[in-house]
C-alpha cells in the first residue's frame, strides 16, 4: 500500500436509497476537498442485531442494486459485509471490499468463500478483529487466509480493529493493537464508531457513546493506522441501526481535516512548529 490515507464511511445500514446516495454524495465532496482515498460503506443486511425487532436492511439483492447505484453514479468503491459464505460470491461482483464481521473472523468457511471471491481479482477483504480475541491472536485468520491461497503481500487483506470486550457491555480499544497488527504484514484500519459502542444490554438495540469517536480516531491515526472506519448519517438519533455510534455528517469534515493533518505529522510532512 502506498502512503494515502483511507477512510471508509457510510450508514450502518441501507435505510432507504435516497439516504445512501445523499450520504455518498456528501462524503466524495469531503473526499475531493482533501484527497484522501475514500470507500462508501453500507450493510445489506445486519444478521447479528440485539433484538428480532431490530431492522435489519433491504437484503442482498435490493441491498447490491443500490449499492451497485453508487458506485456508478458517484464512481466509488464500494464495502459491505457478508454473513454467509453463498453472499461471497455476489457481493465480490458488486463491492471492492469485502468485510468480514468481527464476530465471525474465525469463521473458516467464511474466509474461505471470500478468498476465492477475490482471488484473480482486485477485490479486497477486511476482517474485523472479534471483541473476544488478542490482536495477536488475528494471526492465525491472517494464515487461514494465506492457507487459502491470498498473496497477503499484495496487501489484498486488511485487519480492522474494532475494540475488545471488557467487562459487561463495555468496548475499549488497546492502541498497542495497532502495531500488533501491522506486524502481521496487513494494512490496519480502526473503526471509530464500534468501538464507542455499548454493545447488549436491555433494550432492543446496542448503545453508544459518540463523544467519544473524536477522541479515539485521533489516537488511532497519532499510531500510524492506515485508515479509517467510520460510520456516518444525518440524524444518527433516528438511524434505524448503530444510531448512538454513527457521527452526524455535518460534524465529519472538521473532524477528517484535523485527523488529516495529525497523520502529515506522524508521516514527518508537518511539524508543531508549522502552525
Sequence with gaps: MNNEFIIIGGPCV???????????????????KYGFRYIFKASFDKAN???????????IDEG????????????????????ESKQA??????????QIP?????????LK???????????????KKGQFLAPWDMSQ??????????????????LTERGSSFGYNTLVVDCRSFPILKSLGCPVIFDATHSVQQPGGRGTSSGGQREFVATLARAAVSADVDGLFMEV??????????????????????LIKQLLEIRKIVNGKLTISDY
Design 89 to 98: 460470491k455476489p457481493v465480490s461482483e458488486i463491492v471492492d471490499v469485502i
Design 141 to 158: 485468520v491472517v494464515n487461514k487466509v494465506k492457507e487459502f491461497g491470498l498473496n497477503i503481500q499484495s496487501k489484498k487483506l486488511w
Design 49 to 59: 442485531r440485539s433484538s428480532v425487532d431490530s431492522y435489519r436492511g433491504k437484503g
Design 102 to 110: 468481527a464476530f465471525l473472523c474465525r469463521q473458516t468457511d467464511l
Design 113 to 127: 468463500a471470500a478468498v476465492k471471491a477475490v482471488n484473480g481479482t482486485n477485490k479486497i477483504i477486511n476482517v
Design 233 to 254: 448519517h444525518p440524524d444518527p438519533d433516528k438511524g434505524l441501526s448503530d444510531g448512538p455510534n454513527m457521527v452526524p455528517i455535518h460534524r465529519v469534515e472538521p
Design 14 to 32: 441501507i435505510e432507504s436509497r435516497d439516504l445512501v446516495l445523499d450520504i455518498a454524495s456528501k462524503m466524495k465532496n469531503i473526499s475531493e
Design 64 to 83: 447490491l442494486k443500490i449499492l451497485e447505484e453508487v458506485k456508478k453514479e458517484f464512481e466509488l468503491e464500494i464495502l459491505t459485509d457478508i454473513h
